[in-house]
């Protein structure tokens, strides 16, 4: 599967975005995606993950209830919105897919998408 990450730009603080990972390929729906960023010097950091169906979902402290992880399987297309966004989010985000089973790793990654968040 190949993945292609839209929708970045920028945006005021407390503002929201969109961001979707398009998918090519079929099977779409066997594969569980994250979404990972990386800000200016800094690592990879993992926020959210959402299961092949859509059904589970997972998301880390520094994300909850403020980004929401969602698919629409039939559009081969996931997505994250991203609200009351603040300067700190500022970073390339990157969606990934893994086969939708325990212990698979994130082997198909998209080519990133930049967000910046000015104050």
């Known amino acids: 599967v190949q993945l292609q990450a839209c929708g970045g730009g920028l945006v005021q603080a407390g503002g929201s975005l969109r961001l979707a990972c398009a998918a090519s390929?079929?099977?779409?729906?066997?594969?569980?995606v994250g979404w990972f960023r990386q800000a200016p010097g800094q690592g990879s950091r993992f926020m959210t993950a959402?299961?092949?169906?859509?059904?589970?979902?997972y998301y880390e402290d520094f994300v909850k209830g403020r980004f929401t992880i969602s698919r629409d399987n039939a559009k081969n297309t996931a997505y994250l919105q991203m609200d009351k966004l603040k300067p700190e989010d500022t970073a390339v985000y990157y969606c990934?897919?893994?086969?939708?089973?325990?212990?698979?790793?994130?082997?198909?990654w998209g080519q990133g998408t930049l967000v910046t968040v000015s104050s």
């Open positions: 390929g079929r099977g779409f729906s066997g594969y569980g």
């Open positions: 990934a897919a893994r086969e939708d089973r325990d212990y698979a790793t994130y082997k198909y």
């Open positions: 959402i299961s092949g169906s859509g059904h589970q979902t």
